[in-house]
């Protein structure tokens, strides 16, 4: 089981998440602590990241083996989530 760590980033950007999103988003991010690497998550290339998808939305996190620890730090439409 890890523990999910939610940066700053990605609760101000939970902040401004409609609802219907909001409650969307947080089941999903709620079974990473089971499995991290759920089907359809992708490696980022240029990073030690990984993402989800929600309808057009982006959840990117990193994940660290050893402390069994999720950092979550970005949660956007997928417009802005990549700048």
Same mark, same amino acid.
């Given at each position: 089981?890890?523990?999910?760590? =939610?940066?700053?980033?990605?609760?101000?950007?939970?902040?401004? #998440?409609?609802? @219907?999103? $909001?409650?969307?988003?947080? %089941?999903?991010?709620?079974?990473? %602590?089971?499995?991290?690497?759920? /089907?359809?998550?992708? @490696? #980022?290339?240029?990073?030690?990241?990984?993402?989800? +998808?929600?309808?057009?939305? +982006?959840? #990117? /996190? +990193?994940?660290?083996? @050893? %402390?069994?620890? =999720? $950092? #979550?730090?970005? =949660?956007?439409?997928?417009?802005?989530? /990549? +700048?």
């Amino acid at each position: 089981m890890y523990k999910l760590k =939610i940066l700053p980033a990605a609760q101000k950007d939970i902040d401004v #998440l409609p609802d @219907k999103i $909001f409650t969307a988003i947080k %089941s999903k991010i709620l079974r990473l %602590s089971d499995n991290p690497r759920p /089907y359809g998550a992708i @490696k #980022l290339t240029n990073d030690e990241a990984y993402r989800i +998808r929600l309808w057009d939305y +982006r959840v #990117l /996190y +990193r994940i660290n083996d @050893k %402390s069994k620890e =999720i $950092f #979550l730090y970005r =949660i956007k439409h997928r417009k802005e989530v /990549y +700048r």
